[in-house]
């Protein structure tokens, strides 16, 4: 499994992790924390799912949400970066999307999700256009964050 793929190489490595989940309501998480003995690497994790949360826990500037929208990557790359600060990790990552079935929007479909990932000195964003049901997109969300993230730490090592 991903998951624990991506603890033992944290583990082996001295590194640590943080999420901050929007869209995936804590299921990030959930799958990190499945591998016995995540704590030896993982902090934490703020399911900011309002905007106020966003600003105030991951200190995502108002402005940047207001000009962008919460959706969108310029949100996803600050939370990704504000959790890493607030839990003070080698790395964090962020989901921010419209997982349906309502909310969507001609510009922001449903489906529409942000992944970001950040080590302080270098940050990447992807973006997706999934389908399915809530549940399927933030399952897929979920299990596309552990993609990136394995892919990024293990090209910095």
Not at 9 to 28: P, Q
Request: hydrophobic share 35%; glycine share 12%.
């Amino acid at each position: 499994m991903l998951e624990e793929s991506i603890g033992n190489f944290l583990r082996g490595k001295g590194w640590t992790l943080s999420i901050a989940e929007s869209c995936t309501g804590g299921l990030v998480s959930d799958l990190i924390t499945n591998v016995p003995g995540s704590s030896d690497y993982f902090e934490g994790s703020i399911v900011s799912y309002s905007n106020l949360a966003k600003t105030e826990h991951l200190s995502v500037p108002s402005n940047v949400i207001k000009r962008y929208g919460a959706v969108s990557s310029q949100v996803a790359i600050a939370m990704a970066k504000g959790v890493r600060r607030a839990f003070h990790t080698t790395f964090g990552v962020s989901t921010t999307g419209i997982a349906g079935p309502g909310g969507g929007s001609g510009k922001k479909p449903v489906g529409l999700v942000f992944i970001a990932v950040s080590d302080g000195k270098k940050t990447i964003v992807k973006k997706e256009k999934l389908k399915g049901t809530r549940r399927e997109i933030k399952k897929e969300s979920a299990r596309r964050s552990l993609k990136y993230l394995y892919e990024f730490i293990t090209k910095i090592s």
